[in-house]
Structures are given as structure tokens and as C-alpha cells.
């Protein structure tokens, strides 16, 4: 669409919505049933115009008292007197039958006080009372539709940009009002609020607006004390960043370790994705710190590890057991570390919090560390799946190198990657981590079973965990004291099996990948 003069709302994260903002002198409706934020939504469109835009703006209240409605916003940070004091502001609390009649009214003192304080924004809230003051009549809707057609055109002819809120309910002639305001205005905005389990979730949904573009669909809404409203695109929406998918032919190193890197075909490629899948307790958290610190230590890059299931003061504990500290990388800034709860998780916040995380950092390799728990927090894999998708399109769009934990529930043996959200063909690589049974001794284990553009090996190799991370266990052929794993067979089974002939033994671990 052509080039079109917008205003900004100034809500955060909806004129992203919009696409920049709301064409300007739209009327816009705010449709959703008590509670839903309506009024909040009006209240903080006048108040950010007045603070972050310099303009003016009028408030219109039918039911709420004025010092209640200034009270209200006092909550948010929003100093609804102070601005009046400095004639910025101006909050008119009548009644629906006096306000029809300024509507009808030739001069009308509504719009001579807008135009005297140079308004350029209106909010008028519950607009529906305008027809329920006017129950005696027979033809509620036919006149109320009247009054509304009238109160547009006196916006347009003013140039006000305008939010109407209207209550969404059972009332007499609700839905003939809500159809009515529906069709007349230009944008119209739907909150919902709605209960998922024992928790609340609200959303915003543009159902239409004129003269511009938007993204469609439910978004994330958020309303904070001493923040206001916040709107989280959906992470389904499909991505606007113009260009063709980014492609790098470097490839870096995984964790440091040489005998790994040379299992995955000589490290990953820069914007690459890696599942890690294993039993809990394998070692997918230590590999995850050292994937970390290789990137800042070795080759400058910022990392971001995201965690589900351990606290961040846990995680640098656990670490430094190990001897890998990361309490420096994260005074400096190259590593950091992001913890949020899977108990009330919202994937559309999420989301956003990690783009923002990434970019404020620029970061360059990303951990998220406990996918599974992401069950937790959904209501199904179709929601699960599109987040994912949406965070390997931008791990790819921005050539984020990124390492995703998924931990598998079968302790000994495997026989599905992802059991539960059956993902793995849409990353680029995957990384086993198991536990094999061995007479009366657990082993670990390492393999990787998928490589893209890369020659890797298909060899099970036993690593330990001790000083420095992750090291692998050495190939000893002439080992005699004890056997070693390249003794056995099916060592992702249950019930690894021992050669007996030395020779057999020697073509299983030299088998290499043919794709």
C-alpha cells in the first residue's frame, strides 16, 4: 500500500502491530467485556500523545468520576493532573444524554474546547451508553446509529484521531450496537480475556482497519502496574524482514574439545541449528556452558543461555564445580543468561524477550536449555511447533548459531528423538547424549546422528565429565585390563553386546558417514 501519515499510539508493541501506527483522523473502536483493559488502553493512547508526541488530547468519561480515572492512572506512572494543570489535557465527565445533545448541537462546546486547546486526540469511553440512555425509544439501533455517524463526522471535520470503548455484553440491543459501531468506524481492536487453566490470559486482536496493513491474527496483551499495556506479536505471524535467507559456509568450533568437533564433521556452521537430546543428568547443560565460553573465549562471540528449569545462580554453581567459570564473561557482557519460569510461561512474551535480548546484545550464539519444559507451559504441539519454527527462522535470518536441550525420557535406550514433540527434522544437526549400561557401571555416551552439509562420523564415543567439562574417553585397541565401549555392539540399546572377534570390533568404529 501507498505511503500513509500515521499516529502513533505510543502502546508498546502495538504500533508494531499496525505496522507503525493508526492512519491519522481514524476513529478507532476498543471492543471487550469488563475488565479486558479497554479504558486503559484509551486512557494511555491521550496520555502518551500528550507526553511522547506533543499532542493534546480529550478524555470523556460517562460513569467513572474524574479523580478515580486520575487515581486509576497514578497507578501506571501516568499523571493525568499535572496535565491538566498544564492545559494539555482536559477530562469531561457528563452524562450519554448530554453528550448526544452536544452531538446535535450546531456549536457544539465539546468541539470548541477541543479546538481551543489544539487537540489532536479524543477518547471517549463506553459509547454504547449512548443508546441505552435512550431505551424509551423503539428504534434504539437506528438512532444510536445516527448519533455515532454524527459523532464521526464531528472528528473528522476537527482532525482528532479518536478511540471509542465499547462494553461487550448481554445488555438489550448489544449486539445491534456493536455491529452498528462495527461497520462505522475505521479500526476496530477486539481484547479478549480468557481462562486457561487457573491463569488469566488477555490478547489484542485488529479485526480490521482502514487505509493501511496489519498483522493479523491474536497477539499477547499484557497489562503491568507502573508500565501500562504491552502488546507481544504471536510468534505464528509470519516474519515482514525483507531479504533472501542467509547462508554462511564458516564453520567454528563446538565446545573446544578437537575429538568432538571431528564427530560433527569439523565444528557447526555459523547461523546453524543443533538439538541436543539426552537423559537428564547426561551432561546437556555442561556441554551447553562449554559451547558458551568457546564462543567468548576462542572466538569472540556473545552468547545467550536460556533456562527453563535452573536458576541462573545455580547454573554459575554448577559451573564453577567444573572449573568453568563464567562469572566474568557475564561482568563483561559476552555470555548472558536469561531464566523465566515454565510455570506461567506466554511463548508470545518469550519470544519477544529473547529478539530483544539478541539484538540489545548482539548476540551470536544462543543455548536454550531445557525444551522439553516447554509442555509445561503450552496447550498443545501446534502452538509448541510454531514457536519453534519461529525461533530456528530467526536463528537463521540473523545467522544465529543456536543449541536447543531437549531432554529425552528414556533412560536407557532410545527409540525416538523427540518422543513428545517429534521436531528434530527442522534443525540442521543432532547430537546424542545417553547412558549405557555396562555390567554393573553406567557409561556416557556421544553420537551424532545428523550433520547437514557436513561429513561427520557415526561413531558412539564414551565421554567423562570432570575438571574443564566434557573430554572424551581415548580409543585404547590394545587395552587388555579392561573393555572398552569400541568392544561392543548397539550401544543405544538396552543391552549393548560384546565382540568376541577383535577384527568385527575394528569395522564397526571405522564406519563412516556415506551421505
Known sequence: ?????????????????????????????????????????????????????????????????PDKLIRDARGFGWNLDELQQQKKLQIIFTSPEVFAQELLSPDSLLLETASEMGARRIFVDG????????GKSKSVPGEYRELLQRLIESLNRENLTAILSLEVGAAPHSFAIMETADFLVDTVIQLRQERIGRRL????????????????????????????????????????????????????SVIGVEAIDSLIGGGVFDGSTTMVIGVSGVGKTVLSTQMLREGSLRQKTKGLLISLDEHPQQILRNAQTLGLNLEEQLADGTITIMFESPQELDLDSHYARIVELVEKHNIQRMVIDGMSSYSTAVSGISVYRDFFHAIVAYSKQRL????????????????????DFPLSS???????????????????????????????????????IGQGGISLVALEPNLVASVPLQSYSSLLSRAPTRFSDPAARNGAVTRQDAE
Open 400 to 419: 544465529l548459531t543456536t543449541f536447543f536441550n531437549y531432554e529425552n525420557p528414556e533412560f536407557l535406550g532410545v527409540s525416538a528423538y523427540m518422543p
Open 201 to 252: 490470559h488477555r490478547s489484542l486482536e485488529v479485526l480490521k482497519s482502514r487505509g493501511q496493513d496489519y498483522d493479523m491474527g491474536e497477539h499477547t496483551l499484557f497489562i503491568t502496574g507502573g508500565k501500562g499495556l504491552e502488546v507481544f506479536r504471536r510468534v505464528q505471524a509470519v516474519s515482514r524482514v525483507n531479504g533472501k535467507q542467509c547462508t554462511s559456509s564458516v564453520k567454528r
Open 1 to 65: 500500500m501507498g505511503e500513509v501519515d500515521v499516529v502513533k499510539t505510543g502502546i508498546k508493541g502495538l504500533d508494531s502491530i499496525l505496522l507503525g501506527g493508526i492512519p491519522k483522523t481514524n476513529v478507532i473502536l476498543v471492543q471487550g467485556t469488563t475488565g479486558s483493559g479497554k479504558t486503559l488502553m484509551g486512557i494511555e493512547f491521550i496520555h502518551s500523545g500528550i507526553v511522547d508526541y506533543g499532542e493534546p488530547g480529550l478524555i470523556v468519561v460517562f460513569e467513572t468520576a
Open 127 to 134: 459509547i454504547g451508553l449512548l443508546a441505552l440512555g435512550r
Open 426 to 464: 527442522i534443525v540442521d544437526n543432532i547430537i546424542l547424549m545417553s547412558l549405557v549400561e555396562i555390567n554393573t557401571s553406567l557409561h556416557r555416551c556421544i553420537s551424532v546422528v545428523k550433520a547437514r552439509g557436513s561429513h561427520h562420523s557415526f561413531d558412539t564415543r564414551e565421554f567423562v
